[in-house]
């Protein structure tokens, strides 16, 4: 089992920016493919952003493409997610999660998760 805490959330405007974080620990990060995930109030949890063990694939959301980029640091057992051009639509609680081995866009897949940092983007 890997644990996760995130940082970074916050109040910002849209057009504006922010970098979660998400550090790990536990277990070997590099053995992990990491996650980002959203849930909005009133909606279902849905899929942001996600990256191999060693940064060479990502996916992201159609939502955030060409927003919002991805990232790790092996070294620092951390995760993050830049967020640019940020959006009132883009405000959720936003949470990382780990799953061994490759990349995945569904939640079903991630064995373990974070608690979540709140985002809220004001128009």
């Known amino acids: 089992q890997v644990q996760l805490v995130e940082s970074g959330g916050g109040l910002v405007q849209a057009g504006g920016s922010l970098r979660l974080s998400c550090a790990a620990s536990?277990?070997?990060?590099?053995?992990?493919?990491m996650g980002w995930f959203r849930q909005a109030p009133g909606k279902e949890r849905e899929f942001v952003a996600t990256?191999?063990?060693?940064?060479?694939?990502?996916y992201y959301a159609d939502s955030v493409k060409g927003r919002f980029t991805i990232s790790r640091d092996n070294a620092k057992n951390t995760v993050y997610l830049q967020m640019n051009s940020l959006k009132p639509e883009d405000t959720a609680v936003y949470a990382c999660?780990?799953?061994?081995?490759?990349?995945?866009?569904?939640?079903?897949?991630?064995?373990?998760w974070g608690q979540g940092t709140q985002v809220t983007v004001s128009s």
């Open positions: 999660a780990a799953r061994r081995i490759g990349t995945s866009t569904s939640q079903s897949d991630y064995t373990d």
């Open positions: 990256i191999s063990r060693y940064g060479s694939t990502t």
């Open positions: 536990g277990r070997t990060f590099s053995n992990y493919a």
